[in-house]
């Protein structure tokens, strides 16, 4: 059974430029959010998708969007990347009648230089 | 506003000792507390989870916590300390309502001294 795969693992990116990342959930789940833990902090919650549509989203810029495809799985494009941005992107699935039960990919470290 | 307090940046333990790592919470109604364990340039390994029931909650690789409602605690266990143990753990708090995101505590590192 398939845990959360995420793609790329690494990606370099220069500033100003956009960048898109991609999530498959864990097999049987069918919401998928987002999260960037940049160095030494916490996972900061970006967007979570269920149904296809952004269901709630964090204290992020619009340059951060998503989209969720009709078999789940999910991307994140971030436009006008910034320095800022270089974090490892995480992609947590669960399933919406069980809502507690987070599985997390391996993330996707992006370097914007 | 939910929030989590790690206030421990690292906690160092020697082989074979007890070990605790703090968490305190601030959510509005009752909580759902999770502790998740990251290695070096990977993602989140979920430990443990309350919901509801039993305050001490028992999880992977022989962690546990206990909720406390008073103090508005989740502390994390562990009877014998490995040096495979050593990580970075975080804490993460949310609550019963339609919001689904999870806040993270800015995490420990748990340093196992052989």
């Known amino acids: 059974d398939a845990g959360v795969t995420q793609s790329p693992t690494h990606l370099i990116k220069t500033r100003g430029q956009q960048v898109t990342l991609r999530c498959s959930p864990k097999?049987?789940?069918?919401?998928v959010s987002w999260y960037q833990q940049a160095l030494g902090q916490g996972p900061q919650f970006i967007f979570q998708?269920?149904?296809?549509?952004?269901?709630q989203r964090g204290n992020f810029p619009d340059r951060f969007s998503g989209h969720q495809f009709p078999n789940y799985s999910s991307e994140l494009n971030v436009n006008a990347l910034l320095l800022g941005d270089s974090a490892l992107y995480l992609c947590?699935?669960?399933?919406?009648?069980?809502?507690?039960?987070?599985?997390f990919g391996s993330g996707t470290r992006l370097t914007v230089v | 506003a939910q929030s989590v307090a790690q206030p421990e940046d690292q906690v160092n333990v020697a082989e074979g000792n007890p070990l605790t790592v703090k968490c305190t919470y601030s959510v509005s109604g009752n909580p759902y507390l999770f502790w998740y364990v990251q290695y070096p340039n990977r993602g989140l390994q979920f430990l443990l989870k309350y919901i509801t029931g039993d305050n001490l909650v028992k999880g992977s690789y022989g962690f546990e916590a206990e909720f406390n409602k008073s103090q508005t605690s989740f502390h994390l266990k562990k009877p014998s300390a490995l040096v495979s143990d050593s990580a970075l753990y975080f804490c993460?708090?949310?609550?019963?309502?339609?919001?689904?995101?999870?806040?993270f505590g800015s995490g420990t590192r748990l340093q196992v001294q052989p």
């Open positions: 097999s049987g789940h069918d919401t």
């Open positions: 993460a708090v949310r609550d019963h309502t339609g919001r689904r995101a999870l806040t």
């Open positions: 947590a699935s669960s399933l919406e009648q069980q809502s507690y039960g987070y599985t």
């Open positions: 998708y269920y149904e296809e549509e952004e269901r």
